[in-house]
């Protein structure tokens, strides 16, 4: 379930044409802010992307902030429709653990978005930047981290994590992994990085599997 702060933050788009215009908008929003950041997105830089007019942008977006907030919402939505929902229909415990680690990693690997993943660079970008749209984006990736710790509490209940595996510790080191994977392909377009997270979290998840559990490739 997305964090209370998510819940008040996102408004669904209306159904109709205005809908679907918008909706066309924020693709191609989403994918410039992942290359160039959000404070490189503007409406005069979306309208030459778009073909359409400042005025006809602004119709959509009354400001910058909030076409910058509007765009970690269709992030976000792109984010759970790709990653979470698909993995979350795996049988609870260990195989939905490791469901969601994979797809956030297949996500972030074939590069979604044309500057790879968006909140990790997102991230980057506002961490000291105070203001509705870093309290957004806080709120999107403390939902993640908060999704990897229920899962990670579920499959110790499920008795396939020994009772001393620490969720909070795992989930922070899943998120550092993926991040830093993240970070070195864009840098360095080199596809091992990803190879060696999902290596490292794999590691990680023999040291505190109970004996006999069982659990997906990553």
Known sequence: MPSPALRTAIVPLRPGKG???RQAILQEAVNLASV?????LTIGSLAEATGMSKSGLFAHFGSKEELQLA????????FMEQVFQPALQAPRGLKRLCAVVASWMDYAEREMFRGGCFFAAVSVEFDSRPGPV?????????DWRETLVRLLRESREAGELARGADPEQLAFEF???????NGAYQLH???????????AIKDRLRTFSAPGAR???L
Request: hydrophobic content about 50%.
């Open 134 to 142: 870093k309290d957004l984006v806080a709120a999107c990736m403390t």
């Open 19 to 21: 809908a679907l215009t």
């Open 189 to 199: 377009r080199d596809h091992r990085a990803f190879a060696m997270a999902r290596r």
């Open 36 to 40: 160039s950041g959000l404070e490189g």
């Open 71 to 78: 765009t970690v919402q269709a992030a976000r939505s792109v």
């Open 175 to 181: 998120m550092a992994l993926e991040l830093g994977a």
């Open 215 to 217: 659990f997906a490739p």
